[in-house]
Each structure stands twice: as C-alpha cells, then as structure tokens.
C-alpha cells in the first residue's frame, strides 16, 4: 500500500503557529519541520492501513517562496529551511505557487465584537468637512495598501494528488491542510483510495472537507495537529551545511 502525503506549506506554516506558537510570530522550537518524519508518524498512527502493508511512497510538498524585497531576512530563513529538507530527503517533490503583490484601495475598517469588518467613517476623533466647513455625514475613509497574495499552493496540491491517484502511482493518500478549496479532488480521491486529511491549525476541520469513514473505498480518516507533531518531528541541526535560524 504505497503512501502518498500532499503538504500544503502555507497552511501547515499558519498551522503550527496557531497550534504550538500561539499565533506569535518567533516563538521557537516548531518551524525546522522534518516533514518526512511527520508523515511517517502519521502513517504509524493508522492500524488498518498498517494491516494492508502501507508504506510511505512520497511527500509533495507544495509552498511557495516569500517576496525578497519585502521581507528579506523571512526569504533568507525559508531558503535554509527547503535547502535543509532537501538535504535531508524531507520531501520527493517541491512544487512551486508564487506571491503576488498588489496595491490595493479599500475602505477603512476595524474589528467588531465578531471580527468582521466594520467600515469606519466620518466622526470624532476623525471629521470631514466640505470647503464651506460644513460636516460630511458618514464619508468613508479610501486608503491605499500593499497586499502580498500567496497564489497557486492549493491548486498544486489539488492537481498533484488527482495526478497520483487517477494514474494509480499511489494506493492512499494523506493530504496535509484544512483549505475548503480542496473539497473536489479529496472528495474524488476518496472514491478511489483511502484519504487521511489533516488538519494542521487549531480551528475545526472546514466544513467542506468533512466526510465519512467508509466513503467510496473506505478506510479514510480525519485527523488534527497537535503540539507534539511539531515539536517533536524537528530536522537535524544542523542537516549538513544548513543550520536551524535561532528563532525557529
């Protein structure tokens, strides 16, 4: 039973820094990421699967790379990371998304008590006034933005998995994210193949990847990250020439 494991790296990235970093930023000790190790453990987990002889086949990793020019020293950090995981056969594949980095105009909002955005307008302490010094009720604020958009990882994932499981290069798979986008090429994985689908984050799994245990072939499962699957699936360090930046 050849094992097929579908990383999104982007989800898993946001994931671990809910589940283990609390969502700060530099918290260490969670990021030098062994992801071979992480799906052999979860592999190892699944009785039934052992019972049919599985074995880990390959790890598609899917991610994309940081812009350079905004953030340097995070691009430097995610090139010793992938040069690391390559060194160290972490993944069999790396299939590249893009970012990319617009500006933007929209209204000027804040948070409400649900956290979604509420559109601030003209009032105190900020007022608009027409040329006759007249108040402007309800005026809009229109501010100018970047946005950075990480482009084409769920995508990749979606097509690499279709690929292995309709040319039976796989006998299972486990797709790493909790990204609603997938719900179509999971759902017609599990059809052929038993699908183990992972979410990597604190929240509930999304809704749309949500499914049953004997659907098509059977044999799927649902399965949430915990600390200790980061922490204690870490890379060397250092793996060859690469060391592990102090933060992670």
Known sequence: MRVGVYVDGFNLYYG???????????????????????????????????????????????????????????????????AALRAHGSFDALIEGRFISQVRKAPLAIAGSDGKPVVTTSRWPVKIRDSSWGDVPNAVFIVSHQRSEEKGTDVNVASRLLLDVLGEQVDAAIVISNDSDLRLPIRESRLRVPVGTVNPGQGRLAG????????????????KLDAEDYTGCQLPDPVKQFAKPADW
Not at 38 to 59: F, K, N, P, T, Y
Not at 210 to 223: F, I, L, P
């Open 208 to 223: 749309d990847l949500a499914g049953k245990r004997d659907d098509g072939v059977g044999m799927h499962w649902w399965y």
């Open 16 to 82: 671990g820094r809910a589940v283990v970093a609390e969502g700060r930023r530099n918290q260490p000790g969670w990021r030098w990421l062994d992801l071979r190790k992480l799906s052999q453990r979860l592999i190892d987990r699944r009785r039934e699967w052992h019972a049919d002889g599985a074995v880990l086949d390959r790890v598609i990793y899917c991610t994309a790379f940081i812009d350079g020019r905004t953030n340097p020293e995070g691009r430097r950090d995610q090139d010793r990371y992938v």
